[in-house]
């Protein structure tokens, strides 16, 4: 038997093959690829976060602090931790993630990345926890740097920009993106509750372009289960 070498924050293919399953119920009690620490603009410290995610009983998440992966860092060195003691609790699967802030065409978005490696040179721009700037900042240069460093891209919540999500995801998928957070809760609504109307329009959008769905609360406050 051969054992992969794959970090398992870095399984890209795990990450697709997740992603391929997730529905609109999937958030925020089994899966979350969108939250922030105090490592960016969250409220919630790194291990706060973990620990709250074992209570909640997530399988898989990914921390995506803006222009930074120190929370990842610090969960992952929690989730290390947890396993060599032989945890009971069942922990999740921890995969790394960065949102970065970017302009496509003319318009401001935020691209997730995630599965990538973060010691590569192609991430070294986008991890200094300031946003990208000039050439930096283009999407396609954002979405070439994290596909250069094994990972996958993804456009978050495509109903919040000044430009409509009709024209953005088209876009963002002739430059390559992998999917769309097409399941998202506009407004913060109280229970988390993806929209309607706009997933209805983002899943048919993401068919289109065969891109992946994605899921997540873009927690921002005390807790995983609403955006602030």
């Not at 790394?96 to 590569?120: A, M, Q, R």
Request: glycine share 8%.
């Amino acid at each position: 038997m051969v054992l992969s070498t794959v970090k398992p924050s870095v399984d890209v293919q795990g990450l697709k093959e997740v992603w391929a399953t997730l529905k609109k119920d999937s958030c925020p009690y089994h899966y979350n690829f969108h939250m922030h620490t105090t490592c960016s603009d969250g409220q919630l410290f790194p291990i706060d976060l973990m620990e709250q995610a074992v209570k909640i009983g997530l399988k898989g998440m990914a921390i995506t602090d803006h222009h930074s992966v120190k929370g990842y860092h610090i969960a992952q060195v929690w989730l290390d931790e947890k396993h060599q003691l032989g945890s009971d609790a069942r922990l999740p699967h921890l995969w790394t993630g960065v949102e970065v802030t970017s302009d496509l065409f003319g318009t401001e978005v935020h691209l997730l990345g995630y599965g990538f490696l973060p010691e590569h040179p192609a991430m070294t721009r986008y991890l200094q926890g300031e946003r990208p700037r000039g050439n930096d900042a283009v999407a396609v240069n954002v979405i070439h740097a994290i596909h250069q460093a094994g990972g996958l891209v993804v456009l978050a919540h495509p109903s919040r920009y000044h430009c409509s999500a009709e024209r953005l995801i088209p876009a963002a998928a002739r430059l390559g993106i992998d999917g769309i957070e097409a399941f998202y809760a506009y407004g913060n609504p109280k229970p988390w509750t993806t929209s309607i109307k706009e997933t209805e329009k983002a899943l048919q959008l993401s068919e289109s372009y065969q891109l992946f769905n994605t899921c997540g609360t873009d927690t921002h406050g005390k807790s995983l289960l609403q955006r602030i």
